[in-house]
Structure formats: structure tokens, C-alpha cells
């Protein structure tokens, strides 16, 4: 499944890892938000913003845009 957020992942051209990694995460946990498994803390989406200088609207369109299934906020 490809979301918003892969897509700006990707176009950074970046792996998972080095993504993750960039704004403090690992990439197992970022992988689990890619594949809709965790949403995310809101730690996580406020260290993303202010890594890469993200608006308020553009960090919600890649929550909105997630493709989650059982999802947990860790």
C-alpha cells in the first residue's frame, strides 16, 4: 500500500531506516505506521514536522491518508 507518507519517503530517497532514523526513530517502528499497524505517538508525528519543516495541514494529510488495520497508538 502506497501513502502519502511512503510516497514523500520515497521521493526523498530515503529507506525506512534512514528515515526513521533522521528524526529519531528506528525503522522497525516506522515500518509499523508504513504498513498500518501503529499510528504513531504524537511525539512521532511532532519530531517528523520539525525534522523536515512540515505544515500542520501536511503532517495531517499523511495521518488521514494511513491505511491502518488494529491500530494502537505505539
Known amino acids: 500500500m502506497i501513502t502519502k507518507l511512503v510516497t514523500y519517503r520515497t521521493e526523498l530517497g530515503m529507506t525506512q531506516d534512514e528515515f526513521a532514523k533522521s528524526f529519531g526513530y528506528s525503522r522497525c517502528y ?3 505506521i508504513e504498513l498500518g ?3 504513531g505517538t ?3 508525528w ?3 514536522q520539525e525534522k523536515y519543516d512540515l505544515s500542520d495541514v501536511q503532517v ?3 495521518r488521514k491518508n494511513l491505511k491502518t488495520k488494529r491500530v494502537t497508538e505505539e
Open 30 to 32: 516506522y515500518s509499523l
Open 37 to 39: 499497524k501503529r499510528k
Open 42 to 44: 504524537v511525539d512521532f
Open 46 to 48: 511532532d519530531a517528523l
Open 60 to 62: 495531517a494529510t499523511f
